[in-house]
């Protein structure tokens, strides 16, 4: 069955640095990717996803993420943390060919920005 | 913007006791959705429903629970005989489907609480 990996669950950066949070898929066929931040006590937001084409994806918020088929990974990154940047991060799939469309999440990365 | 309603937006019921969870998705979107995510754990998905009826559900999705849409407009999950154990923020989501993939819309959520 598709799985999602984030490493991390918790990434510390200061306010200025390069944000990277890690997320791999187990498929052999690489499925739909995606990023979703979720604030405290909020739904879920799309940042960024990745579906066709250009492997390097830009989302909101200075957000963006590459998808690598020979690693599996979709790794995401902003160049420069900013404090409202502080939330959970989940990286979801949704298999390819799946007629349902559901999304299988991750654990979820907690970005926590120091000033 | 269109966006997905859900209500209540908090329910706290005893163990046994049957709950509606009630989501109005996008107007014309045509695939729907609920995951749930216990406190600290990552979003899971339980049913899709398309074209009035359950397309895919998963393990956690079982007897206790139902999905209806009742009226065109309204989504609505039911939970039979609550369990401690159903305590969580559940989410409605829905896609407005089509020929190539879009992205899923979430609702801000219903947090239940089964005491």
């Known amino acids: 069955a598709q799985s999602v990996t984030q490493l991390g669950s918790h990434v510390s950066v200061s306010e200025g640095a390069l944000v990277l949070l890690r997320c791999n898929y187990s498929s052999s066929v690489p499925p739909y990717l995606f990023w979703y931040v979720q604030y405290p006590n909020q739904g879920l937001q799309l940042l960024l996803k990745y579906t066709t084409g250009a492997t390097l994806v830009k989302g909101i918020n200075g957000f963006e993420a590459e998808f690598k088929k020979s690693e599996t990974s979709f790794h995401l990154t902003k160049p420069s943390a900013h404090m409202s940047d502080a939330a959970e991060y989940f990286c979801?799939?949704?298999?390819?060919?799946?007629?349902?469309?559901?999304?299988?999440f991750g654990s979820g990365t907690r970005l926590l920005v120091r000033p | 913007e269109p966006e997905v309603t859900q209500t209540p937006s908090h329910q706290v019921t005893q163990m046994g006791q049957e709950v509606i969870l009630r989501c109005v998705p996008i107007s014309n979107h045509l695939y729907f959705y609920w995951y749930r995510q216990i406190l600290g754990q990552k979003v899971e998905f339980l049913v899709s429903f398309y074209n009035n009826e359950i397309s895919e559900k998963s393990e956690i999705f079982d007897d206790q629970f139902s999905v209806e849409r009742p009226d065109g407009s309204n989504f609505t999950l039911k939970i039979r005989s609550t369990k401690l154990e159903d305590s969580a923020m559940y989410f409605c989501a829905s896609i407005a489907g089509g020929a190539s993939y879009n992205e899923q819309f979430f609702g801000p959520g219903t947090r239940l609480t089964v005491l």
């Open positions: 979801a799939v949704t298999p390819w060919m799946d007629s349902s469309y559901k999304l299988i």
